[in-house]
């Protein structure tokens, strides 16, 4: 298995308040991403990281941020969360880019509920 | 932008019968297409991908996939079906040249009975 480790596991929180979640990879990976996963809309990307404080959005980025000051860690944060987004979040790590040909290995994911 | 669709929520099969979990695609070029599986409680775990080459892609577990450009599909397959092959599978996919963004499908469940 990939190392991929996200914390926490679980959370339930209140609206309004901040959510920070974290991915930590021990394979020295460039590509993190975050999605979520919500049914009927099986995964959508957050935001991704291509290096070091290099990040770009993804396809459902409003009302998220991120940040990655060390290559293993990469911060998903809600600066106020609301119940729209609680959901179940997946950090992924992308194999040696190859072009886009590498496939994504998954974190085990973090369930937020949101009240 | 690409992007997969999976028409079917549930696919139900017996075990020992042949399995299918149907996938097309919509890209502005050539596709990277992937296949992963997701269990109870877990992340998703790749399966299996077309780059180049050869249209059927054997992957792990026994499960292979069949490239079809004409039709834009990617269905996978396995012969013969397990209990334990019952999981939530995702299609997705990439235009050639972009490491960033995968598109997934919203995700078949399949149920193998006994």
């Known amino acids: 298995d990939a190392g991929i480790t996200q914390s926490p596991r679980h959370k339930v929180t209140e609206t309004g308040t901040p959510v920070t979640l974290r991915c930590h990879q021990t394979?020295?990976?460039?590509?993190m991403y975050w999605y979520r996963q919500d049914p009927g809309h099986g995964l959508r990307l957050i935001h991704y990281?291509?290096?070091?404080?290099?990040?770009d959005k993804g396809e459902v980025s409003d009302g998220y941020s991120v940040s990655r000051s060390k290559t293993e860690d990469f911060l998903l944060t809600l600066e106020s969360a609301t119940s729209s987004q609680t959901s179940v979040y997946f950090c992924?790590?992308?194999?040696?880019?190859?072009?886009?040909?590498?496939?994504?290995?998954f974190g085990e994911g973090s369930r937020l509920t949101v009240l | 932008a690409q992007s997969v669709a999976q028409p079917e929520d549930q696919v139900n099969v017996a075990e020992g019968n042949p399995l299918t979990v149907k996938c097309t695609y919509s890209?502005?070029?050539?596709?990277?297409l992937f296949w992963y599986v997701q269990y109870p409680n877990r992340g998703l775990q790749f399966l299996l991908k077309y780059i180049t080459g050869d249209n059927l892609v054997k992957g792990s577990h026994g499960f292979e996939a069949e490239f079809n450009k004409s039709q834009t599909s990617f269905h996978l397959k396995k012969p013969y079906a397990l209990v334990s092959d019952s999981a939530l599978y995702f299609c997705?996919?990439?235009?050639?040249?972009?490491?960033?963004?995968?598109?997934f499908g919203a995700g078949t469940r399949l149920t193998v009975k006994p």
């Open positions: 992924a790590i992308s194999a040696p880019d190859r072009g886009g040909t590498g496939e994504l290995f």
């Open positions: 990281s291509y290096g070091v404080k290099d990040t």
């Open positions: 890209v502005s070029g050539n596709p990277y």
């Open positions: 997705a996919v990439r235009d050639i040249g972009n490491n960033n963004d995968m598109r």
């Open positions: 394979e020295n990976h460039r590509y």
